[in-house]
């Protein structure tokens, strides 16, 4: 079966930047990995979980208003991975950070598979 595996995550000062990776393992191929919608969630402490960014088998992005313009998503098909690049980073950013992927050919609106997470908190 799929799993994902989250790593990455550290405690930063407000204004750095950090790289969230996820490796998925159990994709039938590099095909059917490319396939399919990748996406990252983050939790704070008492707040529900909320969606930062997906990208799509076509290859196209979208941002939580949130993260526009700081965040950016991308993937590598042969690596079976995909990545959270984070810059000028908040206190507020502060959260346990899920990636998560969607089964193949069925695009964003479901996603099927969920890492464990990995820990960003952000100093003032």
């Known amino acids: 079966q799929v799993q994902l595996v989250e790593s990455g995550g550290a405690s930063v000062q407000a204004g750095g930047s950090l790289t969230l990776s996820c490796a998925a393992t159990?994709?039938?191929?590099?095909?059917?990995?490319?396939?399919?919608?990748m996406a990252w969630f983050r939790q704070a402490p008492g707040k529900e979980r909320e969606a930062v960014a997906y990208m799509s088998a076509s290859g196209s992005r979208s941002y939580a208003d949130f993260v526009k313009g700081r965040f950016t998503i991308s993937r590598d098909n042969a690596k079976s991975a995909h990545y959270l690049l984070m810059n000028n980073l908040k206190p507020e950013d502060t959260a346990m950070y899920y990636c998560a992927a969607g089964s193949a050919g069925y695009g964003c609106s479901a996603l099927s598979y969920w890492g464990q997470g990995t820990q960003v908190t952000v100093s003032s």
């Open positions: 159990g994709f039938s191929s590099e095909s059917t990995y490319s396939r399919a919608c």
